[in-house]
């Protein structure tokens, strides 16, 4: 998509903004670390088939999905080699879409519920989602050879496994992530081995190269980074920030254009380089910027949350480089938001 | 437009939900208090111009807004009487755009650069925003007389002052929040005298019925309010929920579909009544029902902040009541998201 000014400067605002030279960066690196399947990237966090694209071409035609909507998007975008809802679902409509869709579909099951709705409405495939210490879902270890005998009784395909392990991938400290991550993984095997199949599914950007268990590590947050997984000393650097104009300056503060519904606000406030924070309203930001700034001027501001951020936008532009003086060489759409089929 | 179903536990979830009864009598509450155009009611907080006609219907023709979008959608609705960009923009094409649209258009200026740009791009009015003791927007007191005399010069039309006590409106003690609210409106007075025009605008849901010398309040949250409003012992009652659908179950907790991708967070967690939230993923919500849940119930979510929650949905279902057992009678856009014009 052609995009509409040719400059990060002249964008209305507020807009995301991709530095093409980071998000490239970061891409190659995770590559090397993790080639072709052994990583199945998760598109929840961009909600974007064209930054998909990008993956794919890296070798990473396998991916993750957290909605139907995003895994029906992929399958039209001609991304369906093999898709991975890593979710519980049991609306009969939104099953029945994804198995009608033109892709290779996969579904999460955890439940008698989610089986039978997975094989009443014409799913093929499944992994048995089990919980590995992050409360949310995810059966008992004891209940997945159950759950899996279950669903092959009800003509489902059984891959194996996943479990993710979202209470390590956070956690600032390398060898205690490492830890957390051994023992989640050392329950997932110890089912895997029970439940058979050959997909061992786990992992995020926190843990991709500490999580050796698993045959496949679904990260998706490496691409564009953001504040929180910024503070883990990883191998990749933030690529997405959104484009403000300042609208107010006055001797103590200045305010800019993005506020509450342009950003992630669950890991706290955004950051805005060589300024300090204070909060944000709806539609601003009040900040203390170190050097005085003026009205019309174009900030960055750092989401602390990438994921509920681009998911409040219709489209990120690509940058040529950091910052505002940055050229705008394309356009994505921000095309897998919502829970529409 | 037509709903697709017609019962809340039928919806595809997660899914905005508004009790009618509720929004009525939220709606006929406000009117009694401040009828026609004492209340310029606040577009940001729901962004539908189906329930901006309820409130038209209610004798409020007048409407605030906080973007430039907002303000066009509301004009290109037939709903242009009188519309007040309650926010500083120097975007030439935006302003430009609300300069040619179908309605009467008054914009915000708090200095020499919203003036010239408002001047510049054929916006004809302006209020002068003066600050009040929010760290926001608004120009020092003592320099609105000179801009009101700049606009002038520049062939604009001054028709007032606003000034948002946005840092009192939801002070829980009603006396601080009384106090508050007097100290910033005091201060308003002073500087409207001097600025001239028939425009005093101020105030907001928290402080609807104590801000007593603006000429007319900007409130919006009455009409579908949220957990912080909630606690203020206003006569206004919740309204709008999010559907969602009960997705795993297990002894110790719960988790439905509705996650930080479609919820305000900045206030921190929603509420489930009944239940415990412990915390939200991406598209999940972890709580411990009182009650035991089955997977496929449907629960009602009640956001913490309403204006950053409607904000990430397509549309607000009506229905003909509270709860899940309710029946939806009619379905509304939320047509006034974003930043496109």
Redesign the interface.
């Known amino acids: 998509m052609l995009p509409r000014v040719t400059a990060v400067a002249d964008l ?3 807009a995301l903004v991709v530095d093409t030279t980071a998000l490239a960066r970061n891409l190659d690196t995770m590559s090397a670390a993790l080639p072709g399947a052994r990583l199945r990237p998760h598109v ?1 966090a961009h909600k974007c088939t064209e930054l998909a694209r990008e993956q794919a071409r890296r070798g990473h035609t396998h991916f993750t999905g ?2 139907p909507r995003e895994i029906l998007g992929m399958a039209r975008a001609g991304l369906g080699d093999d898709l991975l809802l890593a ?5 009969p ?2 099953l029945r879409a994804l198995a009608d869709c033109p892709g290779r579909v996969t579904v999460a099951v ?2 008698d ?2 089986v039978d709705a997975a094989a009443a409405n014409g799913i093929d495939a499944v992994l048995v989602d089990v ?1 590995v210490f992050l ?4 059966c ?1 270890p004891d209940d997945a050879p159950r759950l899996a005998e279950r669903a092959r009784g009800a003509g489902l395909d059984v891959r194996g496994v996943m479990g993710y392990e ?1 209470h390590a991938v956070l956690v600032p400290d390398r060898a205690e992530r490492a830890a957390l991550t051994a023992k989640a993984m050392e329950r997932l095997a110890r089912v895997a081995e029970k439940v058979g199949g050959d997909i061992v599914s786990a992992g995020g950007t926190g843990t991709y190269d500490l999580n050796t268990a698993a045959t496949e590590i679904q990260a998706g947050s490496y691409a564009l980074m953001d504040g929180d997984y910024g503070k883990l000393g990883l191998p990749f650097t933030r690529a997405l920030a959104i484009a403000a ?1 300042v ?4 001797d ?2 200045s ?1 800019a ?1 993005c506020g ?2 342009a950003l ?3 890991h706290g406030n955004p950051a805005i380089d060589d300024a300090d924070v ?7 930001l ?1 900040f203390t910027p170190h050097q005085p700034a ?3 001027d174009r900030v960055l501001v750092w989401p602390a ?1 990438i ?2 951020t681009v ?4 489209r990120m532009h690509l940058a040529d480089g950091p910052g505002v003086g940055a050229h705008v060489v394309d356009m994505w759409p921000v095309d897998l938001r ?3 089929l």
Do not use: I, Q
């Not at 979710?87 to 609306?91: A, P, Q, R, S």
């Open positions: 209305s605002t507020p929840k957290a909605t979710n519980e679902c049991v609306d409509v939104r955890d439940s519920a989610t919980n409360p949310r879902c995810g008992a979202g104009t609208v107010h300056v006055n103590r503060w305010v254009d509450l519904k992630g606000m669950d204070l909060f944000c309203s709806d539609e601003h009040t003026r009205v019309g949350h994921d509920p998911a409040y936008h219709d919502g829970w529409d």
